[in-house]
């Protein structure tokens, strides 16, 4: 009989492992980022997510289609105050509670977000700002977790800060050796004793991608996960008895090293962002995407962490879909973080747990199948081509003709005639918006070349759902681009 108990025991046991470790398996994050001209629909977008297993995503910000959709779908929510609205917020506390009232309080009590996270601000410490944002960052936390305490949300909504890696360093490249920016020391310890007094977490914004795209002489496998069995990295750096063997690791535990360092180690920390993007630079494709993504995706499946840290943190892989109407002033690639595109068909092949694959987005609409080109009888060397490509790209994503990207190998006939497609999908496919001075025709034969594919548009129209005021004045956006090409075409005659 006690044996029997035993061997009962064990198996009780063993199931509960079993369950414990399988959690992590469908605990999946993805930002959502909604700058785009013909932006999925939300509806689509959230079943995209739940059909992939993601139950976790974050939000840049307070985007009305996004939000609504994400009601009800048991998918918890990160909410981003964006960085322009840091000095208002901090200024005033009354600021503070009216954005918690509008954005928070509003769509978990009419529409059921599950809201968990307001992020405040987005990487407002990055260098390159030069200080822009430091002073009303921890202020604006405070007067936002007060608005969150007198709306009665503050057990169920925490506050967080996503930073970028470039907060803390190493001066010998050892993680245990790392610490926070001399510059905001002071800055930093304030803010993480805050969110740690607060029941709040720290994001943290991990991108492999970058540093190797900024150094020539970066150890390309450091980049990315070592694959099972495969020899590490001789880039690898000893640190004590610990080997790291890649960037993710080494950067995380600089992290956690810092915070310890400042008595700070219970806090919570998670990724905010990590992810490679697949166009737009030369480091920048498919099959890069395709290996820094699977590498880690296993990781999360496993739950396996990093040396200072055991258990894998909630990962927000950035990004789930393209955006083609984001800033490039980071680079090119910006647009095509990614792991689908911008009508959520899967850039590449990705297997989640079990060797489940990634499937594509469901009841995704288009608008009709024809693409404008340059006509085959306009010579490239017009004088109109060089103004009517350089308008077209002003107000549409052209970043794939850059040196090294899919449509990088394009013949000058092949150059302009994407840059005119791009304009015209962007466009809705307007009538006047193929025109070009008469150097543009509209065809239905696919254009597309080798890795180079020529887009139809989403066509955000038709589906049931509308898209609220952002897409709105996205389609506004548009028909203005239009209106400016007929008076430019007016103009040059």
């Known amino acids: 009989m006690g044996s029997s108990s035993a061997a009962v025991q064990a198996a009780v046991l063993l199931w509960l492992a079993v369950v414990f470790r399988a959690r992590p398996v469908e605990a999946l994050a993805a930002n959502w980022g909604t700058r785009s001209r013909h932006p999925l629909p939300g509806d689509v977008t959230v079943r995209l997510l ?26 918890q929510v990160m909410l981003g105050l964006p960085n322009e609205l840091l000095a208002s917020v901090a200024g005033n506390v009354a600021a503070a509670e009216q954005w918690v009232q ?41 007067n936002v977790q007060a608005a969150l305490v007198k709306a009665g949300l503050a057990r169920q909504v925490r506050v967080t800060v996503p930073l970028n890696a470039d907060v803390y360093e190493s001066l010998d490249g050892r993680p245990s050796s790392g610490d926070f920016r001399p510059d905001i020391t002071t800055l930093m310890t304030n803010l993480v004793r805050f969110l740690l007094d607060s029941g709040g977490v720290l994001a943290i914004n991990i991108y492999p991608f970058l540093s190797l795209d900024a150094d020539a002489n970066f150890p390309r496998d450091y ?59 030369a480091n920048a494709n498919v099959a890069s995407a395709q290996r820094f993504n699977q590498g880690l995706f296993d990781r999360i499946v496993a739950g396996k962490g990093t040396p200072r840290r055991s ?22 690639f910006e647009r095509h973080w990614g792991v689908f595109n911008y009508d959520g068909s899967p850039k590449y092949s990705l297997s989640l747990a079990n060797g489940r694959a990634i499937v594509p987005a469901k009841g995704v609409k288009y608008l009709s199948k024809q693409w404008c080109v340059l006509r085959s009888d306009a010579s490239p060397t017009d004088p109109a081509i060089v103004g009517a490509v350089g308008y077209a790209c002003q107000f549409a994503d052209c970043t794939s003709l850059s040196p090294g990207s899919s449509c990088g190998s394009l013949d000058v006939r092949g150059n302009i005639s994407y840059a005119f497609n791009q ?39 038709r589906h049931d759902r509308t898209h609220g005021a ?12 239009v209106v400016l090409l007929a008076l430019l075409a007016i103009v040059a005659v």
């Not at 995503?57 to 994400?70: G, I, R, S």
């Not at 977000?113 to 960052?137: C, H, Q, W």
């Not at 001789?234 to 008595?263: M, P, R």
């Open 102 to 142: 509008q954005n928070v309080s509003n769509y978990l009590s009419k529409y059921g977000v599950d809201i968990r996270y307001v992020a405040v601000g987005n990487e407002p410490f990055l260098k390159s700002y030069k200080g822009m944002f430091e002073a009303a960052t921890l202020p604006a936390a405070q």
């Open 470 to 481: 952002s897409a709105a004045a996205r389609a506004a956006a548009a028909r203005g681009a």
């Open 423 to 461: 304009f015209f999908q962007s466009a809705s496919q307007q009538k006047g918006s193929c025109a070009f001075n008469n150097l543009a025709v509209i065809t239905t034969t696919d254009p597309s070349q080798g890795t180079c594919r020529f887009r139809i548009e989403i066509d955000t129209g």
């Open 311 to 332: 258990q894998m943190p909630d990962v927000y892989v950035f990004a789930l879909l393209d955006e083609d109407n984001k800033s490039v002033d980071p680079g090119n």
């Open 223 to 281: 980049a990315y996960f070592p694959a099972p069995g495969a020899p590490p990295s001789q880039a690898s750096v000893q640190d004590g008895n610990v080997l790291y063997t890649n960037v993710f690791d080494a950067n995380y535990d600089t992290l956690i090293a810092a915070l310890e360092k400042h008595g700070l180690g219970n806090i919570t920390v998670v990724v905010g962002e990590i992810g490679w993007p697949t166009d737009g630079d």
């Open 50 to 75: 739940k059909d992939n297993g993601f139950d976790k995503a974050k939000l840049f910000e307070a985007d009305p289609a996004a939000l609504q959709a994400l009601g009800h779908s048991g998918i």
